[in-house]
């Protein structure tokens, strides 16, 4: 992990953990939270799913557990209906599901953007078989990005 990720995670997990303890209405007990993320085969799971167990295991107040999703769809509407507080999106499904458009029926406004989570690269993986060499030949070819349901697109 290069350093501007582990310093963008040290300051996420402080940013959590002051959010949550700084309050006194959860000193009583532990608050239960939930980051929905991906699922295990995905890196936001392993990164969120590290996340919520150090938060759950550093702070005295909140208990944060991460949810297996379909992906940032799912997330988006686990957040618009409260059954998780935290959930991944892109800003291209975030603006779908505001405006409740594609596969959002009606418009969500119960999500809020707090800012990037991770950084990622953009990959084109081929069979070594397939002949293709650059991204011009894949012209005319079916692609298949991910499954449904999730950010990749």
Known sequence: MNLVRKVFLLVLVTVFA??????GVFAAKRVK????TAGP??????IWGGLAALVSKESKTVEMNNLTTRGAVEDIR?????????GLGVATLLRLAFNGKKMF????????????ATASKFHIGV???SGIKTVADLKGKRVSYAKKGSSTH
């Open 127 to 129: 069979k070594k078989s």
């Open 18 to 23: 002051v959010s949550f303890s700084a309050s």
């Open 105 to 116: 029926k009606k418009k969500y406004t119960n999500n809020c953007g707090l800012g990037p």
């Open 78 to 86: 686990l957040v618009e209906t409260g059954k998780a507080e935290f």
């Open 33 to 36: 939270t939930a980051v929905a």
């Open 41 to 46: 085969g995905a890196a936001a799971y392993v």
